[in-house]
């Protein structure tokens, strides 16, 4: 993924973010106005076959990619204002993916969020383990993801707006009631795509994920994301939060480091790594304390 000449000079403001599968860009709602304290815009679309009321049955990974390549096309017809693009949980793979199919000259780095490099955490539902068999036996169409306790966040008043939404039959701020296992399927398949495609990375990578993160357990980013080439990756652990990190405790957290990430890319070609967070070798792990 060699960086195109950049064509524009300066700090970029834009940040734009695909929310997580099956789910709708109120995922990033409590960022928006932190961000724009820092002079940060957020874009956030939604995209026909992957957002909630528009995920289609038929819908491959290869779609939801085609489509987010649009959203970027026209994004980029309005400005060459460079961006940064990232995304939550399965959004994040799209990011990367969409990113590897050509090259964008305003693309100056990826915000990675709850990156979801497998389905492995600790509240995943029992029967997931089995769910190769439905695959084998072409019966996904039967079977679906319900989005359960803890919903993804610590922060309990949180965890009772989310059961008033469900309860009132809306798509919450963290997805909808269930999402079809069919398309958890084709969010494998691209997760299992995007880990081919981080040792050609060439731009720099700002990774934020919990320690306790109940869907993709840290070791599993930590493991995908070293294959990151040397001196792009940063890498924030955060203490405080579940999955939904743009949502818990450890929201404003979020957003500061989105906001430090973009300042840190100031008019700094797309090839070199603009940003002082990385520090060693490998990557740097910065631990986020754990609040009061």
Sequence with gaps: MKSPEPAWQGRPTRLVLFHGLASSPKEFGFLTHPLRRHGVRLHAPELPGYSA????????????????GRCLDQLEAESPEPYVLGGLCTGAMLALAVAAERPRAGLRGFALLSPLFAYDGWALPWWYALRSLAYATGITGFFSMREREPYGLRNERMRQLIRAQLAAGETSLVGPGAVPLRAVRESE???????????????????????????????????????????????????????????????????????????????APADSVPFIDDLSSTFDVVEAATAP
């Design 53 to 68: 009321g528009l995920l289609a049955d038929a819908a491959r990974w290869q779609d939801w990619v085609a489509a987010a």
């Design 189 to 267: 398949r691209l997760s299992a795509r995007v880990r081919t495609l981080l040792p050609e990375l060439a731009h720099p990578v700002q990774v934020q994920h919990a320690r306790e993160d109940e869907i993709c357990r840290l070791a599993s980013v930590r493991q995908a994301i070293a294959r990151v080439p040397t001196g792009l990756l940063s890498l924030h652990v955060l203490e405080n939060s579940y999955h939904m990190i743009t949502a818990d405790n450890d929201r404003h957290l979020v957003a500061d480091r989105l906001s430090a990430f973009l300042q840190g890319l100031d008019a």
